[in-house]
């Protein structure tokens, strides 16, 4: 009789969240987690649909509120949708920490953050004005349709980025930092050849305009006027080709070394990372045993 393929059957165990790990919880927050952490269940579908479409109301809402005519003959309506919004999604959010074993774990995980400052803004506004513009950040709580729609391998995908990008952090920071040195000694020259007569006031101001030649955006505020400053500013324009490239490489070689590690999707059972080597038989984070 042939026997199962464990390695098959490792990549389908469920990850286990770290804020769900402990004491099992009491009947009523096990649904109240299911309906709201789970799209497996119909109930669970239906409430990340309904929550995903207050999300797009609710920065519709925002969006309409900047817009000066509208504003002017529904403000009040506006006002109300938002903080009605805000209300709702605090109360989910509340809602979210009560049936998860450990509330400060999803207060800290990526979601849990996003969760919160999703409703501060609105809170924010009655001391700062405007604050509640900031409420377009609700637009992250989106990604959760990648659970909904059965789309997780796409996080796969992005999860290899974020890795990628992570590896390559180090090379990336040395290369900003050359190119901080180079936007400071071309701003000086620039400074120096140039002068206050023709735009360059200072320094800062001279930096300033390195950064947008060297980066190729050319807002043409300020510009040499002097022969010796556009030999020299046609050379930082040649230059900043070559540095854009530059990030694009790191990071296409590093994405490159991350497609072709060999590791598995399950999450260990004891702390729930992600990202085992294939052979693995331990967890890197927690030194626990991995199917």
Same mark, same amino acid.
């Given at each position: 009789?042939?026997?199962?393929?464990?390695?098959?059957?490792?990549?389908?165990?469920?990850?286990?969240?770290?804020?769900?790990?402990?004491?099992?919880?009491?009947?009523?927050?096990?649904?109240?987690?299911?309906?709201?952490?789970?799209?497996?269940?119909?109930?669970?579908?239906?409430?990340?649909?309904?929550?995903?479409?207050?999300?797009?109301?609710?920065?519709?809402?925002?969006?309409?509120?900047?817009?000066?005519?509208?504003?002017?003959?529904y403000k009040t309506w506006l006002f109300a949708a938002e903080w009605f919004f805000t209300i709702l999604f605090s109360i989910?959010?509340?809602?979210?920490?009560?049936?998860?074993?450990?509330?400060?774990?999803?207060?800290?995980?990526?979601?849990?953050?996003?969760?919160?400052?999703?409703?501060?803004?609105?809170?924010?506004?009655?001391? *700062?004005?405007?604050?509640?513009?900031?409420?377009?950040?609700?637009?992250?709580?989106?990604?959760?349709?990648?659970?909904? *729609?059965?789309?997780?391998?796409?996080?796969?995908?992005?999860?290899?980025?974020?890795?990628?990008?992570?590896?390559?952090?180090?090379?990336?920071?040395?290369?900003?930092?050359?190119v901080c040195v180079f936007v400071v000694i071309f701003g000086a020259a620039m400074y120096l050849i140039e002068g206050p007569e023709h735009g360059f006031t200072s320094i800062p101001q001279s930096m300033y305009w390195a950064v947008v030649t060297l980066t190729t955006v050319g807002y043409g505020d300020i510009s040499p006027q002097t022969p010796l400053g556009q030999m020299l500013a046609s050379m930082v324009m040649i230059l900043g080709y070559a540095i854009i490239a530059v990030p694009t490489g790191i990071y296409s070689a590093e994405l490159a070394r991350e497609y072709r590690r060999d590791v598995t999707r399950f999450a260990c059972r004891h702390c729930g990372a992600e990202g085992h080597d294939d052979d693995a038989k331990f967890c890197k984070y927690c030194g626990g045993t991995v199917p």
């Open positions: 009789m042939p026997q199962p393929d464990n390695k098959h059957h490792a990549t389908r165990v469920k990850p286990v969240k770290k804020y769900m790990q402990g004491d099992p919880l009491a009947p009523w927050r096990e649904s109240l987690h299911e309906i709201i952490f789970e799209a497996e269940t119909p109930a669970g579908k239906w409430f990340d649909i309904a929550l995903i479409l207050a999300i797009a109301a609710s920065i519709l809402v925002v969006m309409l509120d900047s817009v000066a005519a509208i504003n002017l003959n989910e959010y509340l809602l979210r920490l009560i049936c998860v074993r450990r509330p400060l774990r999803y207060a800290t995980s990526f979601f849990g953050i996003v969760d919160l400052i999703s409703i501060l803004p609105s809170f924010l506004a009655l001391f *700062f004005t405007g604050a509640q513009t900031l409420l377009v950040v609700r637009g992250l709580r989106v990604l959760r349709v990648f659970r909904i *729609f059965k789309l997780g391998e796409y996080l796969g995908e992005a999860h290899a980025l974020i890795r990628a990008m992570r590896n390559s952090r180090a090379k990336i920071a040395v290369f900003l930092y050359t």
